[in-house]
């Protein structure tokens, strides 16, 4: 599949999501109802982001995110129409960020439904996959472009016969 291909699946996906969600029934509740003794005071029962449909939709909308950002950046990293070696840290990248988001996306629904539970490094399992995963997946896609960049961007070479063809263009 070429990466433009994949952009238009992740684009249509999000489109399907947001119908998805336009078509569910809407949460009872969701934006609170009144306080029964607090005047101006909303308050809500349910946890929107706990409900079945919503959650999964959500979740997969930001699988197709990822995905989006994914296609974009390995369409962006190929060299005269062929895909380079850095497409490779590019995409183990992103499945490292599917890992990641997944397990910190799951961790939540458990910790809601649990009223809590473990914790990790002094911080909810939720936040610490945020802090200690999700940060840290860019840094397989930064040495990607670190390692490949001459040979997957542009060479010194490359570089060169640009510098020559701007000569070239002010003799003119």
């Known amino acids: 599949m070429k990466a433009i291909h994949g952009v238009l699946l992740c ?20 934006t609170g109802f009144p306080h029964p003794e607090i005047k101006g005071i ?4 349910a946890n929107i982001d706990q409900q079945e449909t919503t959650k999964w939709l ?5 699988l197709a995110i990822i995905g989006l950002m994914g296609f974009l950046i390995s369409h962006g990293s190929r060299k005269q129409e062929k895909p380079t070696k850095l497409g490779r ?7 490292a960020y599917v890992s990641v988001y997944s397990a910190m996306v799951f961790s939540h629904w458990s910790y809601v439904s649990e009223d809590g539970g473990a914790f990790f490094g002094g911080m ?8 200690f995963g999700v940060w840290f997946v860019p840094l397989i896609i930064m040495f990607g472009f670190i ?11 490359e570089v060169a016969d640009f510098k020559s063809f701007l000569q070239d263009q002010k003799k003119d």
């Open 89 to 95: 840290y590019i995409w183990i990248g992103i499945m």
């Open 147 to 157: 390692k490949e960049f001459e040979s997957s961007v542009i060479s010194d070479k």
């Open 11 to 30: 684009l249509i996906a999000l489109l399907c999501i947001i119908v998805g969600l336009a078509i569910v029934p809407p949460v009872q509740y969701a």
């Open 124 to 131: 909810p399992i939720p936040t610490a996959w945020m802090i």
């Open 42 to 45: 909303l308050i809500s029962k």
């Open 58 to 62: 959500g979740y997969f909308f930001g």
